[in-house]
């Protein structure tokens, strides 16, 4: 994995003065991405910081890393910054050779360096991984940004009046004392609704390169170009070939994102998506003569009183130690309480490691004490993230509410089940950022770009809108949960269904055969069904885990009540009193929904981060 960071300034030397200083602080914010090493190098007007977290070529392998060929001046022609993994690193390592290359490391960072240098910006294409690179080029002076196709490694990025700041996380950009955290309007309403608009940040002046795409920074300007979409075409395979695809591509995908000379396990849920990652990485690791092993996430008590509810019918424990002893593995469940989940400490870890006011309640909190385990046993793990995404597992697939629905269908969910952002604040605040107005917007910006395909029916290109937006919107916020929570331990997750290669399969799959015999994800279900337990391939989708306690709910009610009650609070002035009343007197009476539990932590979250950050709130009316 890795954090990476740099600066771009052509009305400076960033050699001289308190440049390296500057860069050295920037670096270091990303110490929890790379314990294991950090780097830096700077140029007149380039400066790239590194911190590692060495996965291949242990010894090997050291960023900033530079080309034995020089450029102006006797510099390196090419110096690369670099976090991720490239999976296909060995193969297009071998084609490199054939075309004059050398190598000296074992490492994929050098074969992403040489692949720019003998394809240029065309190299992002060629690669199938998780990635986000940074090269600076001394013969061009330009900066190049690369983001993976589907976002699963974040980027940002902060244009000056004279070059550009980047960095994995956004702290690594606010170290930087031409950066400051400011938010408006829009910015607050990215905050709020629940849904990751490509390239916005709720700080203003920063953005986040796009999935699939690249910037370049040059004396000229700043330009973003898009290496890759989705992209809409018939799909003329029958059902029994495509199961065939589907398994074809997985059963090449998941050993190949189990290269690493670290230990590497699987997160095991007993859901349907992780158990189909877990029994091919079992089976890969089987026929190198090994096992393999998987954790889960449970809370004290959890299975024997569980309450059954719409989104998670059943508890996963049963299921994921019926998959471990199907498949071989040995299992760790890690069994986490409330006192965990509340320990302030862990609380600002965890926003800490978000940097964003994003919020999906306990479910970031027991992610993080999930990885945070797992690391004491390894350094990557694989995970069924995605799955719902690419197959459409999701309710709002066949909700005819959220199919109907003028705006993203989770959002049209999630309000009628008391997850509105609008509901604890003031109508005059709402208003003013004009919420309601840039949801519209956003949604109608989102469906401008779905890829139509000619001749389709209103159900199937409705279908195909919705996994668009699914893809493009939603799925993000999950990478984006799975990415903090894991590199705040320093551990790699890796995510076999967001190979680009079956996105773009499965995007085109009629709804009808993806879901033939009546339950969601059927597709997946019978590329999987010689791999699992009867139980497993029957069992209905279940969410995350989170906590059946109304302790918990009690002890976070007190947030929101003293973010109201509190003048100096950053919110206060926008909080509904009367609103959050009711939502403590709903708490009180133990009657406190999920969703409702997500929006007090959210709106918690949000004062917090304001506070944390020292967010300048600018042109928001009754703003301090």
């Not at 996380?169 to 606010?174: F, G």
Request: aromatic share 8%; with cysteine; net charge negative.
């Amino acid at each position: 994995m890795c954090g990476i960071t740099g600066w771009v300034d052509f009305s400076r030397d960033l050699t001289t003065g308190s440049s390296a200083p500057v860069l050295d602080a920037m670096t270091d914010t990303l110490a929890a991405r790379g314990p294991d090493a950090r780097g830096t190098w700077l140029d007149t007007h380039a400066a790239l910081g590194h911190r590692r977290l060495a996965i291949i070529d242990l010894e090997h392998g050291a960023q900033p890393m530079r080309t034995p060929e020089h450029g102006p001046g006797g510099l390196p022609r090419a110096v690369i910054s670099y976090g991720g993994e490239i999976y296909n690193f060995r193969e297009l390592r071998e084609e490199l050779v054939l075309l004059g290359h050398r190598f000296t490391t074992r490492s994929d960072t050098e074969v992403a360096l040489r692949a720019y240098l003998q394809w240029g910006d065309d190299f992002a294409r060629r690669l199938n991984g998780m990635y986000s690179i940074a090269v600076w080029d001394t013969a061009r002076e330009e900066l190049l940004l690369v983001r993976d196709r589907l976002g699963v490694k974040p980027l940002f990025y902060h244009p000056t009046a004279d070059g550009v700041l980047f960095g994995s996380e956004p702290k690594a950009i606010l170290a930087n004392p031409l950066a400051r955290a400011e938010a408006g309007a829009e910015e607050l309403c990215d905050a709020l609704l629940f849904l990751r608009t490509p390239g916005r940040v709720p700080f203003r002046g920063m953005s986040e390169l796009k999935p699939g795409h690249l910037l370049k920074v040059r004396r000229d300007g700043i330009t973003e170009e898009r290496y890759w979409t989705l992209e809409s075409r018939p799909h003329t395979d029958d059902l029994k070939t495509t199961v065939a695809t589907v398994r074809e591509l997985l059963d090449d995908i998941v050993p190949r994102q189990m290269v690493a000379d670290v230990p590497l396990v699987s997160l095991l849920s007993g859901g349907l998506d992780s158990s189909t990652v877990t029994a091919l990485a079992a089976r890969a690791r089987a026929a190198d003569g090994g096992s393999l092993s998987t954790f889960s996430v449970d809370f004290t008590g959890h299975t024997e009183n569980f309450r059954a509810d719409a989104i998670r019918p059943t508890p996963d424990g049963p299921y994921a130690l019926e998959v471990a002893r199907h498949v071989g593995s040995d299992h760790h469940p890690i069994v986490l309480d409330r006192a965990g989940l509340l320990d302030p400490a862990v609380r600002r870890t965890v926003l800490g490691a978000w940097d964003l006011p994003f919020n999906f309640a306990d479910l970031d909190v027991s992610l993080y004490l999930l990885f945070a385990a797992v690391r004491e046993h390894a350094t990557v793990a694989l995970s069924g993230e995605g799955a719902d995404e690419v197959f459409g597992g999701y309710l709002w697939f066949s909700d005819p509410g959220a199919r109907s629905a003028e705006t993203f269908p989770w959002l049209k969910l999630g309000a009628h089940r008391g997850l509105d952002p609008r509901s604890l604040f003031h109508p005059w605040f709402v208003d003013g950022i004009d919420l309601g107005e840039y949801e519209a917007d956003l949604y109608r910006t989102a469906l401008a770009e779905v890829p139509l395909l000619d001749g389709e029916g209103a159900e199937d290109r409705r279908t195909r809108e919705l996994g668009y937006l699914t893809l493009t919107r939603w799925l993000p916020i999950l990478l984006d949960k799975k990415d903090r929570m894991g590199m705040a331990s320093g551990l790699e997750g890796r995510v076999p269904f967001c190979d680009h290669r079956l996105v773009e399969y499965v995007f085109n799959i009629p709804w009808d055969m993806k879901t033939y015999t009546g339950q969601e994800k059927a597709l997946l279900r019978a590329a999987a069904a010689d791999l699992l337990p009867e139980s497993v391939l029957r069992r209905t989708k279940a969410a995350y885990p989170s906590i059946q306690d109304p302790a918990y709910d009690q002890a976070l009610i007190t947030g929101l009540t003293a973010a109201a009650g509190d003048g100096d609070a950053p919110l206060s002035p926008f909080l509904d009193a009367d609103a959050v009343r009711r939502m403590t007197d709903k708490t009180a009476t133990g009657s406190l929904s999920e969703f409702e539990r997500i929006l007090v932590e959210s709106t918690v979250r949000l004062d917090d981060w304001t506070r944390t950050y020292q967010v300048a709130l600018t042109g928001v009316k009754g703003a301090a």
